[in-house]
């Protein structure tokens, strides 16, 4: 399988504790996006790497929230200290084109914070 | 209000209906793009478009670009078609992201 893939896909967590999420883009994919959506609401942009650079990252994004992309393939958003409010489903997305051109998504990774 | 607004937030059709969603947006876009979302949360990019209409199958995309609206259509609507339809626009100010909309949900009965 060559598409965009992500795990978990399903992550339950206490409030308070750390959580990693991990993308795999499509191979030769150079930008990567992180995207949030909650339930009834489309997706909501996070952050994008173009290769390892991390170029812009969304004020929807507090301190808690940092995502890495450190050879420019794989990506991990990392959650600390995770609260209720954190619930979502977490989409990647990539694309090969110089601009957005054609999105791939993952299946995304949905987490629940008791 | 939100940048990109779509209508109606929810629809259900006879299987054989056209179906038509709206998507207004408030921005100066490069271009818009239509996505499908299946229950569980797949994505799959329908077009991408910046002028004119792109067609494929039974799915048109039409997009106007003087005032700022795009549409969806599908022909001869299938069960299969039911999914949540969103639209996203790549704003020209070259950040390079999308703006969701927050999607319509389509029901298409047998």
């Known amino acids: 399988d060559t598409g965009v893939s992500q795990d978990p896909r399903h992550k339950i967590t206490k409030r308070g504790q750390n959580v990693t999420f991990r993308c795999d883009p499509i191979s030769e994919h150079n930008r990567l996006y992180w995207y949030r959506q909650t339930l009834g609401q489309g997706p909501e942009f996070l952050t994008y790497?173009?290769?390892?650079?991390?170029?812009?990252k969304s004020r929807l994004l507090s301190d808690r929230f940092s995502a890495e992309r450190p050879k420019g393939s794989f990506s991990t958003l990392e959650i600390q200290r995770t609260e209720q409010g954190d619930s979502a489903m977490y989409l990647c997305?990539?694309?090969?084109?110089?601009?957005?051109?054609?999105?791939?998504f993952g299946e995304g990774s949905r987490l629940t914070v008791l | 209000k939100n940048e990109v607004e779509q209508s109606p937030q929810n629809l259900t059709a006879q299987e054989g209906e056209f179906i038509t969603i709206n998507c207004s947006y408030s921005?100066?876009?490069?271009?818009l793009h239509w996505l499908q979302q299946h229950p569980g949360g797949g994505i799959v990019s329908l077009f991408m478009l910046s002028s004119g209409k792109k067609k494929h199958g039974r799915l048109i995309a039409t997009i106007n670009i003087q005032e700022k609206h795009s549409s969806l259509h599908i022909t001869a609507s299938h069960p299969r078609d039911s999914a949540v339809y969103i639209c996203?626009?790549?704003?020209?100010?070259?950040?390079?992201?999308?703006?969701f909309g927050t999607g319509t949900r389509l029901t298409i009965i047998p």
């Open positions: 997305a990539s694309s090969r084109l110089s601009r957005v051109g054609e999105l791939f």
């Open positions: 790497f173009q290769n390892e650079a991390q170029l812009e």
């Open positions: 996203a626009v790549e704003s020209n100010f070259g950040n390079e992201k999308l703006t």
């Open positions: 921005v100066g876009i490069s271009a």
